[in-house]
């Protein structure tokens, strides 16, 4: 698959006024002539939020651990995220993010899973850990989060992932 990277030197950098630092990253893939667009709108050390926007959903790669008041800073830029691109699917890659603080867990499972579900996100794709603590968490978390509306699924590819979140399947009704 051939690659080129427009903007090569460097990323052209826009501020959007509602807090998320936009990173153009343009990305043209030999696949049938066809052209993918892919933004970076959140980017640090521990996570990196894109949107595809032919594919319309978020990528999230996790890296590293984070806790308290930085895991939930970075939670609140994927709502972020979410409300700029309105889409209704995230692909969470959390290969290599390590364990989540039991703290954390209860946040996410009690105020963060019931906001993404309230901004309209409809599937969610997980690429687990590599870390058994944290694919402990992440079961820990899937098992206490109550969600009608989002289809959430684990796997162990991004490849996985994406061609699950890809498929025609009806959206839950809420």
């Given at each position: 698959?051939?690659?080129?990277?427009?903007?090569?030197?460097?990323?052209?950098?826009?501020?959007?006024?509602?807090?998320?630092?936009?990173?153009?990253?343009?990305?043209?893939?030999?696949?049938?002539?066809?052209?993918?667009?892919?933004?970076?709108?959140?980017?640090?050390?521990?996570?990196?939020i894109r949107y595809?926007?032919?594919?319309?959903?978020?990528?999230?790669?996790?890296?590293?651990?984070?806790?308290?008041?930085?895991?939930?800073?970075?939670?609140?830029?994927?709502?972020?995220?979410?409300?700029?691109?309105?889409?209704?699917?995230?692909?969470?890659?959390?290969?290599?993010?390590?364990?989540?603080?039991?703290?954390?867990?209860?946040?996410?499972?009690?105020?963060?899973?019931?906001?993404?579900?309230?901004?309209?996100?409809?599937?969610?794709?997980?690429?687990?850990?590599?870390?058994?603590?944290?694919?402990t968490a992440e079961?820990?978390?899937?098992?206490?989060?109550?969600?009608?509306?989002?289809?959430?699924?684990?796997?162990?590819?991004?490849?996985?992932?994406?061609?699950?979140?890809?498929?025609?399947?009806?959206?839950?009704?809420?």
């Open positions: 698959m051939a690659r080129c990277k427009l903007n090569s030197p460097g990323r052209r950098r826009r501020d959007l006024g509602y807090g998320l630092r936009l990173l153009f990253d343009l990305s043209l893939r030999g696949q049938k002539g066809k052209s993918i667009m892919s933004i970076t709108l959140f980017e640090s050390e521990h996570l990196t595809d926007q032919q594919k319309d959903y978020l990528l999230l790669k996790w890296n590293g651990f984070s806790k308290g008041q930085e895991f939930r800073d970075f939670a609140n830029e994927v709502l972020k995220a979410i409300a700029h691109t309105k889409t209704k699917r995230i692909l969470s890659d959390n290969t290599n993010w390590t364990t989540i603080a039991p703290n954390d867990q209860g946040w996410a499972a009690n105020n963060w899973f019931p906001k993404v579900e309230a901004s309209g996100v409809r599937k969610l794709a997980t690429v687990l850990s590599k870390d058994f603590f944290h694919r079961r820990s978390i899937e098992g206490m989060t109550d969600v009608d509306c989002i289809h959430i699924k684990n796997f162990e590819s991004t490849e996985e992932a994406s061609a699950w979140l890809n498929q025609n399947a009806p959206y839950p009704q809420c």
